[in-house]
Each structure stands twice: as structure tokens, then as C-alpha cells.
């Protein structure tokens, strides 16, 4: 029987309970603003977010890997589901629904196929610095977007062309309430992140307690502005939340969207994006206790959290960074506290979500202004800037592309520069001409060090693999230093730093071979590794070139010619 | 005033002028069939062919560089420019001329400014089994679609799904005559191409003579069937080219297409289709003379080339390799044989042009069968799939691609995909620990080798540059070594063969310490390259691990470990 249970369950030990409960209460009040936030962020009734809440936490629990990642909304994911659906431009409300349910079932069955596939290292094409522009741009479009609603206006944009109008609308004819309402959310939030935790401290609470208590700080602003609310009978002019139906939907199949071949492209984007953020939240958790990650698997827990989350009327979902981290440093010890938190979630909706008709949804605004605010990060662009300008030019662009076309458009922008770029730097390599140190078996650039040359040799390293976007570059750099030394009989390519070659490259060196030998000039091949040795076999180069294959650069450069004092090998 | 000719003529030599003449001559006479058939294969007028045929090779004799380059109508150009008009479904025969010329114009202006940029690389990302699987597949398409004409039909396809049910409609109603003059033609070029060169030489004439005319037969053919339709009458059932206008028509701007932006995307296909086969031909005559090939000129002459061709009504052009070759066999020693060539095309168009209306289009079909049909090449597929079953798969999926879905779709597959598995095997290092060859300074590969291991040090070395792509499978395959190695205190990465790190390898650099660091364990780092110095020292981890950067793997290995008989360093 145990063998169909998660190891962790299996396994559990009574001592973890107390740490998995108390994690559990406080994710729960941290996601209940969060879920009907992101909800309406992605252009959503607010309680889809919860029911996109319940399910994945579920499933992630059963099927996950991570003790304390926490599926559900995010704000990026919720960013991307409001650009795709403004461009489906969906016929109404129910349209809408079934389209943001079949990008998350779409996006699901799609994670679960590569997870089949192990293509989980999918998520190693966007690189570190793409990655934060795309990340930093988002925020930045996100903190927009909800100034509108916490000026108690409406609409907005998902780029930077349409938001700033919809802004300057909302700003010149905000509404009083609301603004107040945001504006002090606004400040609580930004002083309690600041300063609640060692106001605590001072008093006397313990300092894990101090800090969890500041993290929970949005949760005392919903609970204070829903209090208020009706307290003050605020209600006239302040947008609220409204009606929230009680319970969860059954579950079923979201209306047939007709235009479902319109949503592959757009959920394939948003399943790569957030299993890329969900791998980099678990790869976070797991070096915390140096556990190993399993890609795949992560693939397959991901996907099926976001069927969960359209078989339930959601949106789609992925393990977001800070409530993960939350729910760690509260003590989660396995996946039982996300059962918990699910458990938890579903009496909040049963028996409490009228209270959240009371909710002002500048306050919502507000808490999601702070939470993503600190996501623009400005010191990827400094490190990329100072390490690599492809990689500080891959930020910037995909940076720009997010703010003037769009999540979707820029995330794509982004990872066709980084291989872009990648590959045009492996396509003008490094090569040196090298001599000999005196005496030595070693070889080094002729041009840093005094070394020996011999004016019938050419020794040229390629400090690169050797493959299609590089062979013709390689090919005619090899010719123009030979231009330079019209005495040389033999060319020795040194092949030390190439750990890989390609048909392409194969057929260049044997071009290169035929034409060289038609000048009356030797092309020998030293230092070849085993794995490119083997690639020569197979394609009949290593008979070609019998006899010129040298395992030293030394034997290479004195093949059948003795010096005095030399050796013969 | 020689400033401003080009170098070849500046420095004309007298003796150049036969070869130049003789060349000229016989690449008009393969340039007349070439020009009108290619045409047909685009569905455009045959005659454009012709005007695409003058222009490009004024141009290219005075901008390009390469001696023997003949720009004009190529085959597969031709197929690309046919699918792209199809798909754009033009209103009548005046803008299907006017969508053509703008190709040309839009896909020339393309090259001059990738020139201006010096984009020239861009040609390298065609890997050569994605390239040989393209021309293979175009090359099948080009001769189904030619075997509809060759049997008096007319219409076809751009796809294996479209062209099959045309050939079925052509053989099941072929036209008698048509079909006997296609086949008969058919029937002479492959005698000629197998036995004509060497009956000659048993005549008595010259051996490069006689080669010379062998290729020279699709010449006769059309020439024998321009006699012998009028002198036998056979007009009847017969479709032939039909009244060719005399002249040049005057340079204009073809009437401007609104649907010019959907243009955009097809002509830079185009663009870089015909820049990649020019290129080749270019940098084959190159090699012949041993000179050097400047990718950003010839990426100017060709874009120059195309924008003269849709000045003038023309198609897109392209250098072609079999006629490129023949011209240089034939003796052409400057660009002056393409002057040549172009001014006796001037001649036939002015004069000549009536006698082409009598030339059967199954015969023209037949020639380009003959010369298209040895471009499918499943040699480069057998050598792929001994050297590397990635890129097998890369010929086999861009073959079955453009087969199946045409060749704009099918040549971006191919390239998506050259370039994803090359990143995909980027992603998967060869990842090797090694030990001490005992006593020596060489470290070797610990499953292959009977090396010496200190069970408090492991030394691993990556065989592949750190970057984005793989950054995240080498930190956990270091986790993975370091689990089996449950007493280690120092991890030694060697990186002799990481010829670059990008910004996302730096990060998981500092990641790994910091996580290494709070297990105990110690990274240190050996036989770091000098670019690869220069970025870590720039990205501030040079300081940090000040004292753990080694020159030499043994270095590291001992470092603060003194054994007996090992001097200090």
C-alpha cells in the first residue's frame, strides 16, 4: 500500500506536524489577497483565482517533488494570460472564462508531454539575463497596470503604448475612496516591510516570528479594509470585489473554445514560463537542504496542477518564489502543508467569501504594487553589463520588447537573442597562432610570448567547438594565416579546445584538407579528444588523415623532421 | 580615374580576352533555356526570365568579386518565389509581375543592408546536412512539378500534397506530341550527359572541348525543337513559350503592392536562401584560385543584383552553381565574361526573341529535370548519419518538412532545428572526473584509466564552454558527483576545455560556492583559459575565489596538502 503513497507521506514523522500546520496557516492568509488579486490582474472574477488555488495545491502535494513549493496564481503567469486574452478578444464573460480555462489545460497538457519527453531542459534556453529583463519588464508592466484600479479606475493595457493613456485617465478622474484606501495600503505595506519586524523584535516576539508576522502584513490590510468597509459604510464610489460564489465548481470540461488552435502558441509561451519560474523556485528550495531536482518530474507535477487548475474554471498557475520561500520559513517540513493550505482554502470559500464582497480592490492593487515592485532588478543589467554586453544586450532587448510589444512577443525576442547571440560569438572564435616555449613540450599565442616558430610550420589553435555556425569562419581565418606565411608546408590545427564537430565541420576539414594539398601544404590535426576522435572514425576522416592525427602538438610540429637533440617519438 | 573601376578591370590583361569571350558565349547559349524555364517555374511569363538574366549580371561584373559568378533565374530560388506567390493568391497575371519584382526588390534591399551591417554570418546558421536536406527536397519538388509540363499540362503545386493529384491529372490526359518532345529530350541530355564527352574525345576533339559541349546539349535540344515545330507543323496540342516581347523593358517601380508588409517575411527567406547557395558558389571558385571571399561584399553585389532584377520586371536571382562552373570551365578569367554574356543576351533579346515562341514547354521541362534532378543527394544524408544522428535527423526533418509543408516553412524548421539540437547537445556536457596518472602531472578520466584518487578531492572536468544552455545540468551533475563522494572537502573544476562563460554560468559559479561553502566543501578552479579569466575577474568572482584559481590541475589537487616526495609550489 505504501508504495502508492508520496515518499513523503510514506515516511512522515509526527515531529514535522507542528511545522507543516503553522506553515500552512500562514500561506493560506497570504493566499486568499493573492489568488483574487492575480485573478483580476489576468482580467478575471476574483474568485477564479481561488479555485485556481485549491486543485494544483492538491496535486502538487501528491505528485510533486519540492516539500514547500506553492502552486498557484502568479503575477507574470497572470500577465500573460491578460495579454493573450485581450488579443483573442473574447465574445463576453462566460468566453473569457473558457478561453483563460484552456490556456491553463492546454498549457498543463503541454508541460505533461515534455515532462513524457524529458525535455526539461526546455526551460536552459532562456538565460539568466533574458530572463530577469523579461522579469523586471513584466513587474514594471504589472505595478502600471494596477495604479489604474488603485485610483479606483478600470481597464488598463498589457503594454506599455496602451497603459500609460489608461494611467493618465485614471489619474485625472480617480476616485477619492479608493485612492485613499490604495494609498494607505500603499503605505502600511511599504513600513511594514521596512520596519514591523524590528519593531517586533524590540517588543520582545522572537525574531522567525517577527519576520513571518511583517510578511503577513498584506493580510492585515485586506482583513482592516474589509472590516472598515462596511463598518464606515464606504461602499459608495469604491470599486469592491463584490459577490464572490460560495464553494468550488464542479468540475468539467470549459465550453469547446472554437478558436482553440489560437491558443497553442500563446500556451505553449505560458507553460514555458512558468515551468521556468516553478524550476527556479524549486531549485531555490532544494539547494537549501542540498536535495537533488528532478526536471522531469517538476514538468509533469507542473502540468498536472494546471489541467487541475482548467478542470476547475481557472487560470493558469505556477510555484511562485515568495510564497514558496513564506511557506518554508514557516515550517514547512513536507508536502502537507500545502494539503493543509488546500484544506484551509476550501473552508475560506465555503463559509467566508461573503466577506469578501467587502474588499476594495484598490487595497488588492496596492498589495500586488508592493509584492511585485521589488521584482525589477536593475543589478542583472550592472552584473551582465560588466561580465558579457551580449548578455547586458539580451536584457535590455528583451526588456524593451516586454514594455512597447508585449509579454508574450518579448519572452520570444529574448530567447531567439540569447541563441542568436550565443551562437554568433561561437561563430567568430578565438584562434592563436602558436610557437613553441624553448625546450618545453608546451605552446603558446606567438603573440603574448617569446616562443620559437619554424617557418615551414603553421600552428594554429581553435579555441572553440567546431560546427556549422563557425566551420566557413574557421576555414578562411586558416587560409589568411597561411596567406601570411607563404613559406609554410604544413598547417597543424590543434584541436585541444574542441570538444565537438559536426557533419558541417567534417566537410569542411576534408574541403580544407584537398584544397591545402592541392597548394602542397600538409594539414595535420594534434590533440584530437576521444568523443571528436570518434566523430572523425565514423565519417572516414581518421583513414584520411593517418599518419597527420598526432596526439601532441609537439610530435605534430616536427613530424618527420629531427632537430638536433630532439627525440624521435 | 581607375579609382573607380573595378580592381579586375584596372588591371586587365590582354590575354584574359579569349577565355572571357569563349565563356561568355557558352553561357549564354545555357543561360537563353535556363532563364525561360526557371521563369515558368516561378509561374511568371517566361520572358522575365530573361530580363532577370541581363541586369543582375551587369551589376554583379561590376560590384561582386568573384571571377566566374554567374547571377541570374536559379531553380530553386525559382520554387521558393512559386510557393510564395501561390500562397499570396495574386489578383491577375499583372500583379502576380508586380508581387515577383517586389521579391526581388525587397529581398535585394534586404541583402544590402545585411551587408552594410556586416550580417554575413547569418549564411552559417544553415548547417550543411540542413542545407543538403533542402536542396534535396526542393530539387524532388522541382522535378515533379516539371513532369506536368513535360506531358502538355499546365498548374501543380508547391507541396508533395498538392503536386501528386496535378501529375495524376497530367499523365491521365497527356498530350501526345508534348509528351514525345519532352521525353526525347529527356532521352538526349541523359545520353549526352553519360556518352557525348567521351564519343567526342574518340572523334578526335579536344578533351575540354568535348566536355564543354556535353554540357552545352540542353542548348541543342532547344534548338532542335525550335526548328522542328514549324518545319513539321506540330503546333497543334502542343503548348509552346509563345510571342516573347523584343527588348528590355525600362526600369520602374513594379505598381506598389498593398500587401507589401506580407511580403516581408518570404522575401528575407529568399533573401537568405539565395545569399547561403551564392555564397557557396562563390567561396568554390574561390577556392579553386586559392583567393580569399569577403561575405559582406558578396552579400552587397547580391543584394544589388536583385533590386536591378525587380527594377526591371524581373524575379529574384541567385548564383547558380552548375552555370557559376561551366563558366569557369569554359575560361572565364574576369567579370568581363559575364559583361559579355550579358550584353549577348541583350542581342537575342532584341533579336531573337520570335524564334523562342516555337520552343515546346515540355522541352524546357525537360532540361530542368535533367539539371535538377542530380541535386537530391541522400550521399549527404548517409554521411550525417555516420558522423552524427542530430544531424541526420536535421536533413531528415527539413526534407520531409519542405515536402510536405513547402520550402519557406520547411528551410525555418531546419534552421530552428540546426540550431536547437546543437544548443540541446550544448545542454548535455560530457562531464568526466578524473584522478592523477600516478606520479606524473597528467590527470585522466578515473572509468577509463588506472588513475590515483584522494577521497577528500574530486576532480571534474566539463568538456563544453558554461553558458546559459547548460549552466544548470553542470551544477547538478556536480551535486550528483559530490553525492557519491560523501567525504569530500574541496571540488576542483577543471576548465581546460570551457572556451567562454556567459552571465547565467557566473551566477550558477556563485550559487554553487555559496551552497558548496555551507556544505563544508571548498570549489576551487584549475586551468582557467585567459578569456575566460578575464570575464570572471570582470563579473567580481576572481576575488572571490582569490587563492583557488590554479594554473595547473595538480596545483589544485595538493593544494594545502603536502605529500611526501611532492615539492611545493
Chains 1, 2 share one sequence.
Not at 503541454?110 to 513524457?116: C, E, N, S, W
Not at 616562443?451 to 574557421?474: G, K
Not at 572514425?537 to 632537430?563: I, K, M, N, P, S
Request: charged share 15%; proline share 5%.
Amino acid at each position: 500500500m505504501s508504495r502508492w503513497l508520496p515518499a513523503w507521506l510514506a515516511g512522515y514523522r509526527r515531529d514535522w506536524l507542528g511545522g507543516d500546520v503553522s506553515a500552512a496557516l500562514v500561506v493560506t492568509l497570504l493566499l486568499i489577497p493573492q489568488g483574487l488579486a492575480y485573478a483580476l490582474l489576468a482580467g478575471l472574477p476574483a474568485q477564479t483565482g481561488l479555485y485556481a488555488s485549491v486543485v494544483p495545491l492538491f496535486i502538487y502535494a501528491l505528485v510533486g517533488k519540492s516539500h514547500a513549493q506553492s502552486v498557484g496564481p502568479m503575477a507574470v503567469t497572470s500577465l500573460l494570460t491578460a495579454a493573450t486574452l485581450a488579443r483573442l478578444a473574447p465574445a463576453g464573460p462566460a468566453d473569457t472564462l473558457a478561453l483563460a480555462a484552456w490556456l491553463a489545460l492546454l498549457s498543463g497538457a503541454m508541460l505533461v508531454l515534455l515532462g513524457a519527453l524529458r525535455f526539461g531542459f526546455l526551460a536552459d534556453f532562456l538565460s539568466a539575463p533574458v530572463l530577469a529583463g523579461f522579469t523586471s519588464a513584466s513587474a514594471l508592466l504589472i505595478v502600471l497596470s494596477q495604479l489604474v484600479p488603485l485610483a479606483g479606475g478600470h481597464g488598463g493595457g498589457s503594454t506599455l503604448t496602451t497603459l500609460l493613456p489608461a494611467l493618465w485617465r485614471a489619474f485625472a478622474s480617480a476616485r477619492p475612496v479608493a485612492l485613499a484606501f490604495g494609498l494607505a495600503t500603499l503605505a502600511w505595506l511599504w513600513l511594514a516591510r521596512r520596519y514591523l519586524a524590528g519593531a517586533l523584535i524590540r517588543c520582545g516576539v522572537a525574531a522567525s516570528l517577527a519576520r513571518l508576522a511583517a510578511k503577513a502584513a498584506p493580510v492585515l490590510a485586506v482583513l482592516g479594509a474589509m472590516l472598515a468597509v462596511p463598518v464606515l459604510q464606504l461602499t459608495h464610489d469604491l470599486p469592491l470585489v463584490g459577490a464572490v460564489p460560495a464553494g468550488l465548481p464542479q468540475p468539467h470540461w470549459p465550453a469547446l473554445a472554437a478558436r482553440l488552435p489560437e491558443l497553442v502558441l500563446p500556451a505553449f509561451f505560458i507553460a514555458l514560463v512558468n515551468y521556468v519560474q516553478s524550476l527556479s523556485v524549486v531549485q531555490w528550495l532544494a539547494a537549501q537542504r542540498g536535495e537533488p531536482v528532478d526536471p522531469d518530474r517538476e514538468l509533469l507535477a507542473l502540468g498536472l496542477c494546471n489541467v487541475g487548475a482548467g478542470l476547475f474554471t481557472g487560470l493558469p498557475v505556477t510555484g511562485g518564489l515568495s510564497r514558496s520561500v513564506i511557506n518554508a520559513e514557516a515550517g514547512a517540513q513536507t508536502q502537507l502543508a500545502s494539503l493543509i493550505t488546500a484544506g484551509l482554502m476550501l473552508v475560506v470559500m465555503v463559509w467566508a467569501s461573503a466577506a469578501l464582497a467587502w474588499l476594495p480592490l484598490s487595497v488588492l492593487a496596492a498589495t500586488i504594487v508592493i509584492a511585485v515592485g521589488s521584482m525589477v532588478d536593475f543589478a542583472a543589467l550592472r552584473r551582465a553589463w560588466r561580465v558579457d554586453r551580449a548578455d547586458a544586450a539580451g536584457f535590455i532587448a528583451t526588456f524593451v520588447a516586454v514594455l512597447l510589444l508585449g509579454v508574450d512577443t518579448g519572452i520570444v525576442a529574448g530567447v531567439l537573442l540569447s541563441l542568436g547571440s550565443w551562437l554568433a560569438r561561437a561563430g567568430r572564435p578565438h584562434i592563436v597562432e602558436l610557437g613553441r616555449l624553448p625546450g618545453s613540450e608546451h605552446f603558446r599565442n606567438v603573440r603574448r610570448y617569446s616562443v620559437e616558430t619554424r617557418p615551414q610550420v603553421v600552428v594554429v589553435r581553435v579555441d572553440e567547438s567546431l560546427f556549422f555556425a563557425n566551420a566557413r569562419r574557421v576555414e578562411e581565418a586558416l587560409w589568411a594565416r597561411l596567406a601570411e606565411r607563404p613559406h609554410a608546408r604544413r598547417l597543424v590545427l590543434v584541436m585541444s579546445a574542441v570538444n565537438r564537430v559536426d557533419a558541417t565541420a567534417l566537410a569542411m576539414l576534408e574541403r580544407l584538407d584537398t584544397a591545402l594539398a592541392a597548394h602542397g601544404v600538409e594539414l595535420s590535426l594534434a590533440e584530437v579528444k576521444g568523443p571528436v576522435l570518434a566523430v572523425l572514425e565514423r565519417g572516414g576522416l581518421a583513414a584520411r588523415f593517418a599518419g597527420r592525427l598526432h596526439l601532441t602538438t609537439l610530435q605534430a610540429w616536427r613530424a618527420g623532421h629531427v632537430e638536433a637533440g630532439d627525440y624521435v617519438i
